[in-house]
């Protein structure tokens, strides 16, 4: 194929990812109410599932945060005329995005595939199962650990008592949608470096040398997101992490000296 050959099939492969995210979006359209009361506004009530988890170990372990706060919700508010339409649309957006994740990586892979060689795509192709499913991980992890702790403290802290908490509709989804697809992309990590390994940028003694370092970075990264202060809040960040750092490892190539 020519130069202009691979552009027509590159514009075709963009073409039905748009028409496939539209589909997407529009199905979506009709749920989204459904998915703001029982997913997005879920961590705002304190029934959420983390949080019950969270109430009988702590009741277990004396030294944890106490979760068992029944009266806690989070008062949601909007000062946007428009902002709740706009939230409506840009959630089916978001919803075809993370659902139709599969179906952009399967156009990729096979935009890149006829590129390959039989043995190159074997490994290609389970390369993109796996950064599909740790990406819907990574989603879940944010969705259920990450964004409700955070969450849950930025709203109970106070600076003092006379300044009530309300919390806006646009902040509240801006930090929801970040959170969630940052962990997503976090998880790819394995992914991300079996790539660098395959184009020779990456080896296993990266990992040995540097896992101290790794250690120190991952404790800084976890705090920023969980400033709660408390080890346990905190190795709920970091645990995950430092999980996908030595998953990593496994994905890349030894370095020479190991070889020998």
């Not at 009709?30 to 009530?45: E, S």
């Not at 935009?111 to 991980?137: D, H, N, Q």
């Not at 969705?143 to 902040?171: D, K």
């Not at 970040?178 to 940028?201: A, D, K």
Request: net charge neutral.
């Amino acid at each position: 194929m020519s130069f202009w050959d691979h552009m027509e099939e590159l514009r075709w492969a963009l073409f039905r990812i748009v028409i496939a995210l539209v589909l997407l979006a529009g199905a979506g359209f009709v749920f989204v109410p459904w998915i703001f009361d029982h997913i997005i506004m879920a961590p705002t009530k304190p029934d959420f599932a983390l949080y019950k988890l969270l109430c009988k170990l702590s009741q277990a372990i004396p030294f944890l945060p106490d979760f068992c706060d029944d009266n806690f919700s989070i008062k949601m508010i909007n000062i946007d005329l428009t902002a709740q339409f706009f939230r409506y649309i840009s959630t089916s957006f978001y919803i075809a995005l993370i659902v139709g994740c599969p179906y952009i990586l399967f156009e990729i892979w096979r935009f890149v595939s006829p590129a390959l060689y039989e043995r190159e795509k074997k490994k290609t192709r389970w390369a993109f199962l796996f950064g599909s499913a740790m990406f819907f991980i990574g989603c879940l992890v944010g969705y259920y650990a990450i964004f409700p702790i955070t969450c849950r403290f930025l709203y109970t802290f106070t600076l003092s008592e006379v300044i009530e908490n309300h919390v806006s509709l646009g902040s509240y989804m801006e930090n929801f949608i970040i959170l969630i697809l940052v962990m997503g992309l976090v998880f790819e990590m394995p992914l991300l470096s079996w790539l660098l390994s395959q184009l020779g940028l990456l080896n296993r003694s990266f990992f040995k040398k540097y896992r101290r370092h790794a250690i120190v970075v991952l404790l800084i990264i976890a705090a920023v997101i969980t400033p709660t202060g408390d080890p346990f809040t905190l190795s709920l960040v970091f645990v995950p992490l430092y999980f996908l750092f030595e998953l990593s490892r496994l994905f890349v190539r030894p370095a020479p000296a190991e070889d020998e």
